[in-house]
């Protein structure tokens, strides 16, 4: 018995050892079980934290770019309208009327209309100018729907370059007697190169060969120079229309634009002769 009960004691020392390895290592487990977790909550915090302030700075980062915008806008539209108001102040400086005593010789010869009209139109254009060139195109409008009261003069003012060029071809049809039939193709469409300028030449019939050879030779060069230099003495700055010696200054401004001054004028006129 004594035995037994000796054996069975060391069993159940045995077995309290046992219990107490086997709580040592559950309790073991468990504390790596709760570092294991602290350590997740840990870095779930990190996470938490870097998509806060990650969010916060593409916030500000949007704000400044958005800010940013907003002045480089400002600053833009500030600047566009700087330049355009002076664009207007350099273009208004540049009107005047033609002095009175002004008597071109260089290229007056080019006219249209009634010599006794009691308006006379003079015309500076460069032909690379869209707006001169709507000018133009209003010009020779108005002398059909104004007939025997308009005298349109044509003058030279181009700029160095082609636009010279297409002077001297207006010169060059204009010795072969086809002045106004050039003109008035160049204004409804403006050659781009001398291909192009000599196909017109052939489509309003001049001799190919001798109008190659004018302007290769540069025969009205120093005519039409001289015509722009006539201009600048006469009071003229810029590309311009002149109504009896005043200039039109909308740019181009509508057809109506420019009948109302052509009516004014006549307006004044009847005026003066009343008076």
Known sequence: METRKR???????????????????????TLMGVETWLSSLEKADKSIIETHFTASRNQQRSRRQQVWT?????????????ILATGGLLWNS????????????ADASWYRGAEDAPITIDVY?????????????????????????IRMVY???????????????????GEQGKFWEMHD??????????????????????????????????????????AKQEATAAGVKYVSVFINGKEYQKNPGT?????????????????????
Do not use: W
Request: include cysteine.
């Open 70 to 82: 907003k002045k480089y806008i400002t600053s833009v539209a500030l600047i566009t309208v700087a």
């Open 7 to 29: 054996r069975s004691g060391l069993s159940r020392g045995q077995s309290m050892t046992g219990l107490c390895m086997l709580s040592r290592a559950d309790s073991s487990r």
């Open 185 to 226: 193709r160049l204004i409804r469409n403006v050659p781009s190169d001398i291909g192009q300028l000599q196909t017109v030449a052939e489509e309003i019939e001049l001799d190919i060969g001798i109008f190659n050879e004018v302007l290769e030779r540069g025969q009205f060069t120093e005519k039409v120079r001289l």
């Open 94 to 105: 540049g009107r005047a009327d033609l002095k009175p005593d002004f008597n071109a010789t």
């Open 125 to 149: 254009p460069d032909f690379e100018c869209h707006i001169c060139v709507e000018k133009e195109l209003m010009v020779v409008q108005a002398l059909v729907d104004y007939p025997g009261k």
């Open 255 to 275: 057809l109506d634009d420019f009948y109302a001054a052509i009516d004014d004028e006549l307006e004044r006129l009847d005026a003066d002769v009343g008076d």
């Open 155 to 173: 003058h030279h003012y181009a700029d160095p370059g082609f636009s010279e060029k297409l002077a001297e071809a207006l010169e060059a049809a």
